[in-house]
Each structure stands twice: as C-alpha cells, then as structure tokens.
C-alpha cells in the first residue's frame, strides 16, 4: 500500500520543494563525514560506492579516493557544480549523472551507498526500496533524514498566516498535520528505522547528528553556541540534532 500522503502529492510542483544542496562550507558536510567515520569497515579502496542526491557533489568527492570509484546522482543537473568539485577535491575516480532513481533504475549495483536529507523528498517515502535494489547484497548504506525533536522545522511549512516558515516545535506536532502544511516529510528514529527494515534493509547503528547550526551568521553568537553547546559531532539529546544518521545493511538473499 503507498504511503503517499499530501506532502508527497505536493512537494515536486515547486524545485524549491526539493531542497537547497548542502554548500562546501556548510558544518554539516563535516559532521556527517566524522560520523560515518567511525564504522572504518564503510571504506575500502576496491569498493564502489553511489551518493543518492549528490547535489553539487561536495560530500561524495570528498569521500571518492576512499572508493575504487564512486559516482552521485541527482533528479537535477548539477553536472557543472559537481565538476567543480571534483577538481577541486582531486576526484579522478568519480563522476556525475542526471538520474531520477525513483523512476529510472540502474543497471548497476555498488557496494557502498550514502544519502543525505533525500528521502523526506522523495514523492513515496517507500521509493528507498530503490536503495535497495542499487547496492550489492550485503552492501551498507549509510542516511541521514531531519530529526523531528529539533526544535526548528528543518524544511520550512507552507503555514496560514505566517510568513516564517520555520515555526519552533511545528515538527513535534502529529504527522497527519505536519505532512499537511509541512515542506517536506521529518522522522524520529523509530520511522526511519521502520521504512529501512520494511524495504529490506538491517540497521546496524543510528545516532542523532548536532546542529551544525549553518543557518546562523557568522559572529560571537554563533562561534559561543557551536563552542560550548553544539560542539561535538553526535548527540544524546534529541532537541539538539538536526538529523538522524542511520548505518543500514542489505539483507542477503539467503539472509
């Protein structure tokens, strides 16, 4: 049965919608790399690996000579940014390619799967089935989704009345309403971790990622909140995270 409420109806009338990629200076982009890090076992050099949602392709081509080769993929054409990227981060193993991976599988599979703040877009939350169906049996995918105790909407609202769209504790609200007005989909743990085993998948590990807080401007306010409250890469606390980070493995086919 689709789980496909309003929000997934809605959330491809408008590119804006789909959400902004991370910029190369973004804090994030560090954060999720220190995080997936710690499983040393994700890397190896004779290992392919695709980034679902690449965007401008700053995380996969920081990670690519990690990879025997490694490719991002993007519904858009960031083919130039990506470029760019990849020079910049002397990424001769990786490449770019417009694909729209809920509509347009691929004839290859890869041992190594990332995507980050992707799947709330997706027009069906159960298209990540095509996660599955992209990496290898026994192949790892390691995700990332907005974390619905952070006290921010993290993808904004389309909200009567109110021109700021990002509304403290709106994602704390229940689902029906948030996924009625709400930019895009938010998950705690148990949700994400609920729609990675139902398509397939076993999770291995999950933690909450701190706000990187890249939203502020640069100033004291900003550089006393990541010093002394948003300091470390992983949270305990729930309302400090911005996203969850999910290690999923494939099952095998006679797991």
């Known amino acids: 049965?689709?789980?496909?409420?309003?929000?997934?109806?809605?959330?491809?009338?408008?590119?804006?919608?789909?959400?902004?990629?991370?910029d190369d200076e973004d804090k994030i982009i560090s954060r999720r790399i220190s995080v997936l890090e710690r499983y040393p076992e994700f890397f190896n050099r004779s290992l392919t690996?695709?980034?679902?949602?690449s965007g401008s392709g700053a995380t996969i081509t920081?990670?690519?000579n990690r990879f025997k080769k490694s490719i991002g993929i993007d519904?858009?054409?960031?083919?130039?940014?990506?470029?760019?990227?990849?020079?910049?981060?002397k990424a001769d193993n990786c490449e770019f390619r417009k694909v729209d991976l809920e509509h347009e599988p691929l004839n290859e599979q890869f041992d190594r799967l990332i995507s980050f703040e992707v799947i709330e877009h997706l027009r069906n939350e159960d298209s990540v089935s095509a996660y599955y169906n992209v990496l290898k049996d026994g192949g790892l995918a390691a995700i990332t989704v907005p974390n619905k105790w952070w006290i921010f909407e993290t993808h904004g609202a389309r909200l009567p009345l109110l021109p700021w769209n990002r509304v403290p504790f709106f994602s704390w609200l229940p689902k029906p309403i948030h996924e009625r007005y709400a930019n895009a989909r938010i998950y705690s743990i148990d949700r994400i971790v609920k729609l990675m085993e139902n398509n397939g998948f076993t999770v291995i590990d999950y933690c909450y990622i701190t706000a990187p807080m890249d939203v502020l401007k640069e100033g004291p306010l900003k550089r006393f909140l990541v010093k002394n409250i948003f300091k470390d890469n992983s949270t305990k606390i729930?309302?400090?995270s911005t996203s969850v980070f999910v290690m999923a493995q494939k099952n095998t086919k006679n797991g």
């Open 75 to 89: 519904i858009f054409d960031y083919s130039q940014q990506f470029e760019e990227q990849r020079q910049k981060n």
């Open 1 to 22: 049965m689709s789980n496909t409420s309003r929000v997934d109806k809605d959330l491809f009338r408008d590119e804006h919608y789909l959400g902004k990629p991370a």
């Open 49 to 53: 690996c695709i980034e679902a949602g």
């Open 62 to 64: 920081r990670l690519a």
């Open 238 to 240: 729930p309302f400090l």
